[in-house]
Nanobody
């Protein structure tokens, strides 16, 4: 079955930069919806950025001026570059994938990584 390998989380000071990577493993798919979601204590899981199977890119309005999403050299690998981080960006970031069409909501994704912690200090 499809597995998602996440990397790149860590701790940075406000204003710093982190780059997250998600690589599918264990199965081959021609088309995948791939996205990054995040969740902090007391808040619902929310979409951060995604690349749809037709190549369209989505980035949440709250972070679009600071975050960018791209495809890595490995097929379906999803890269999230986060700049000018603030404490409000802290949380667990989850990579997600779906083998069928998807929107920009967690309910549309059937495969999830274990999450990678992002901590931004003041």
């Amino acid at each position: 079955q499809l597995q998602l390998v996440e990397s790149g989380g860590g701790s940075v000071e406000a204003g710093g930069t982190l780059t997250l990577s998600c690589a599918p493993a264990g199965y081959s798919y021609n088309d995948l919806c791939m996205g990054w979601f995040r969740q902090s204590p007391g808040k619902e899981r929310e979409g951060v950025a995604a690349i749809l199977s037709d190549g369209r890119m989505r980035v949440a309005e709250s972070v679009k001026d600071r975050f960018t999403v791209s495809q890595g050299r490995t097929k379906n690998t999803l890269i999230l570059r986060m700049t000018n981080l603030s404490p409000e960006d802290s949380g667990i970031y989850y990579c997600a994938a779906e083998v069928t069409a998807c929107g920009f909501t967690p309910a549309d994704f059937g495969y999830w990584g274990q999450g990678t912690q992002v901590n931004v200090s003041s």
